[in-house]
């Protein structure tokens, strides 16, 4: 049984879709981790890749109490809301929080408010990027908080992530990452509805001398589209970031914009495509929404 008070390592809250890859990164570099999950065979199964370096916690409590550097990959704000006075209970002074879920700015500042309250230190670092990028350490980290913790974990965040920035006091980079999605979101419908008018237009949409590869020899030309594209003509949503945290952010990034006075007209027409889709699609990928964009074959009479 492992001493966990007498533990140096860094906790890790939440080894799901996202957190598996981070602090698989991290103990790829040989930092020893205290790890939790709500699922505890995810966990478990960090400790069967790396035993000499996971320590499986019982408790989120345990974790941030054996470790003076927690982070946090919760899934939802409802996760959050639920774990997040078993963290409040093990904040001593010295003890620092880096809490990268998605979550409204409002949130995290009653997090580090709360966190703060009791000597401890608290950074929102939430991330641009899915499954993949986390299983690379190609994550971009959006922070905002506590500029020591930020300076204090920054080789951590180098070995998660390509880059990361620091946007102030905490919130900003909660908004920040709102509006990142938001224009992913916004993005992924208006190449669900290209591909769904092309296809209906009769027109080939592959990426290789369809709407696809057009796309990607013009100013239009991204990523997003050149991953997503020729796995959504072939209904292939295998999820990496699944459509109902898509929605859920999309959601937010609404909230702020109404709080702020700022009109999102596309935005609330993408997330009304993304929340029509979630019911049947909400575990798969984002690019899924393209589903119900389709041209549904007509009955025969």
Known sequence: MVDLASTTSFGFLGVGLMGNGMVRCLL???RPCVV????????EACKEAYPDLVTVAASATDVVGACDV??????????SEAVFPAILEAITPGKSIVDCATLTPDRMAEMAAAVEAKGGRFLEAPVSGSKVPAELGQLIFLCGGDASVYEAVAAELDLMGKAKFYFGDVGAGSRMKLVVNMVMGDMMVALGEGLALAQAAGLPCDAEAGLLKVLDLGVMANPLFKLKGPKMIQSNHAPNFP???MQKDMRFALNLGDELGQPLPVAAAANAAFLKARDDKGDDDFSAVFEDQKQKPSSST
Not at 36 to 43: E, G, L, P, V
Not at 70 to 79: H, I, P, V
Request: glycine letters at 4%.
């Open 243 to 245: 459509l109902k945290h």
């Open 70 to 79: 927690t982070f946090s990959m919760l899934s939802t704000l409802e996760a």
């Open 28 to 30: 790829a570099a040989g």
């Open 36 to 43: 939790w999950n709500r699922d505890a065979a995810k966990a």
